[in-house]
């Protein structure tokens, strides 16, 4: 059931469906945002081709076959997922192939582990804002009551009266330590309450807007009473997720290609021709790609746009490189370890996730071998430097049952395509309508005025894509879902107003 007060924002009214003859939409990019647009595209008539680069679909939530040392098949992925609660579009999106809702399963709580011994967690907490604030603080042993006194309480009311994209024209010239620094919250408090949001972000605080913090922080926390607890896939991503999307899509008369990377969209043929491994005549192009890919295509198509959007693309940036290092170990791990636990301290790890928790196939891997599947996450990393060995090192002081523990199986990922939230950037952030008509963005890097963030943002964005081209053609797109877009707690937003908007916050 979604938070009674989540926001319905109704799409331009119009017919129901396209009229023949059906426009031609190249989606380029089969991760979440592409694959949200295809599918209501082709849900309301368009005539679909879905370009996407790799094999496999989902993106960075992708994954793909693998046999490991003991001849067992399994699945790698690009890494552990956390599906909040309060993800409206994409779980709307997933229900189109998971009619049941069977394909995630919740955990039952988001521990916080901090190296110096304290632990937090969200479970059990009331669901009303702001109790469920106030109940986290009554109970956490990392936070004291006395603590409060030394919060710098001016600094801390944006976080109270969160409206996009108010906030972001308040806070974006701001970064996310110099914030966290100006609140004055206790050390550990600070790193488990706050930064935690924007290590999800795979930034360095002081690399990162701290509109997207205070953004964050609303939508998890007191934006939301749905807050920080959360599903994961029960299946490894393509099986669970992508595979019966990918084949609700061919029933709808999608053509996805995999396996095809988009060079450059020039302008001709019956409105774009698209270069792909031959050329695709389109009517519209939703361009759902990650940053890298955004840059490339746009870079290589000098007529599209305005010579300002261009060089708002050519700006984006991505964040530092991040590694997931997934184990297959001959032992299991403690009986009583959560399936995840966000890490703090432990020098670059940032999550340990339990795969045979919660994974049928890691399970059964487990129950056949007498052995676990880890997996170690660290974001925010120096460039060029090998950290597997240290990440390892950190899972034995965090479970030290796993240092006795021989590898059957490892695999590692080294990425740096997450899109970067620098300060500053929000003003040139490219958003889901272009100076192109009928050229459209999707994705989590593309702006759009709502709370949302990460999945929910590329699904969200997705459909807004869709919505745009649709409201062209006078057919009616989706409501897209968000949580409250604006502080929830009226006195708290008074008292944030009467006491001035960001006081002491100025940017430098
Ligand atoms: C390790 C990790 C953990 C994460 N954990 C969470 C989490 O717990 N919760 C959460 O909400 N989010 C999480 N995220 C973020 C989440 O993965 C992303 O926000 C989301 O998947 C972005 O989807 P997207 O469709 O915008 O982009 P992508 O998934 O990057 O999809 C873009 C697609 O475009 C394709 N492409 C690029 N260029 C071209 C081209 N020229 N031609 C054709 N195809 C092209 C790419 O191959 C890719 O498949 C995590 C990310 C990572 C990496």
């Avoid at 090998?386 to 080294?414: I, M, N, S």
């Amino acid at each position: 059931m979604p938070d009674r007060r989540a926001v319905r924002h109704d799409p331009v009214p119009g017919r129901p469906s396209l009229r023949r003859p059906e426009p031609r939409v190249v989606v380029v990019g089969g991760g979440i945002a592409g694959l949200a647009a295809a599918v209501l595209l082709a849900e309301r008539g368009a005539r679909v081709v879905l370009c996407e680069r790799q094999r496999h679909l989902g993106g960075r939530v992708g994954g793909w076959p693998t046999r490991l040392a003991d001849g067992s098949s399994a699945t790698m992925t690009r890494g552990f997922h956390a599906f909040f609660r309060q993800y409206y579009n994409l779980r709307r999106l997933l229900r189109r192939a998971d009619p049941h809702g069977t394909a995630l399963v919740g955990l039952p709580d988001y521990p916080l582990w901090h190296a110096d011994g304290h632990r937090d967690g969200f479970a059990g907490l009331p669901a009303a804002v702001p109790w469920n604030a106030l109940g986290f603080l009554a109970r956490s042993p990392t936070f004291r009551w006395r603590d409060l006194r030394d919060v710098d309480s001016r600094a801390a009311l944006p976080l109270l009266d969160v409206e996009v994209p108010r906030t972001y024209e308040e806070l974006d010239g701001l970064d996310a330590a110099r914030y966290l620094s100006l609140l004055r919250f206790p050390g550990p408090a600070h790193a488990l309450a706050l930064e935690v949001f924007s290590r999800s972000f795979f930034a360095h605080p002081a690399r990162m807007s701290a509109a997207e913090l205070v953004t964050m922080f609303h939508i998890y926390f007191l934006g939301s009473g749905e807050g920080l607890l959360f599903d994961v896939a029960a299946d490894p991503f393509p099986h669970g997720l992508w595979e019966p999307l990918a084949r609700y899509l061919g029933d709808l008369g999608v053509e996805v290609r995999r396996g095809t990377a988009v060079s450059a969209v020039e302008r001709g043929g019956r409105r774009f021709v698209v270069h792909a491994d031959e050329p695709i005549d389109a009517d519209a192009v939703v361009l759902a790609t990650d940053v890298g890919g955004l840059r490339e295509v746009v870079g290589s198509s000098p007529d599209l746009g305005s010579a300002e959007w261009r060089a708002d693309i050519a700006a984006l940036e991505t964040a530092p490189p991040f590694l997931v290092s997934r184990y297959w170990l001959d032992r299991p791990v403690a009986p009583d370890r959560p399936g995840f636990v966000g890490t703090s301290g432990y020098g670059p790890l940032d999550n340990v996730s339990v795969l045979d928790r919660y994974e049928h196939e890691a399970r059964a891997w487990a129950a056949r071998t007498g052995g676990a599947v880890v997996e170690l996450h660290g974001y925010a990393l120096p460039a060029g430097v090998d950290l597997r060995r240290e990440l390892l090192d950190q899972l034995g002081v965090v479970f030290p049952e796993t240092k006795a523990a021989r590898v059957v199986d490892e695999r590692h990922e080294l990425r740096s395509d997450c899109p970067l939230f620098p300060p500053g950037g929000f003003a040139r952030r490219p958003a889901v309508v272009t100076p192109e008509p009928f050229l459209v963005l999707a994705g989590d890097l593309v702006r759009i005025d709502l709370p949302v963030a990460l999945m929910e943002r590329a699904a969200t964005t997705g459909f807004a894509a869709a919505n745009a081209l649709l409201a062209r053609w006078g057919v009616r797109g989706t409501p897209l879902w968000t949580v409250p877009t604006r502080g929830r707690v009226p006195l708290l937003r008074a008292v944030a107003r009467r006491w001035g908007r960001n006081p002491g916050l100025e940017t430098p």
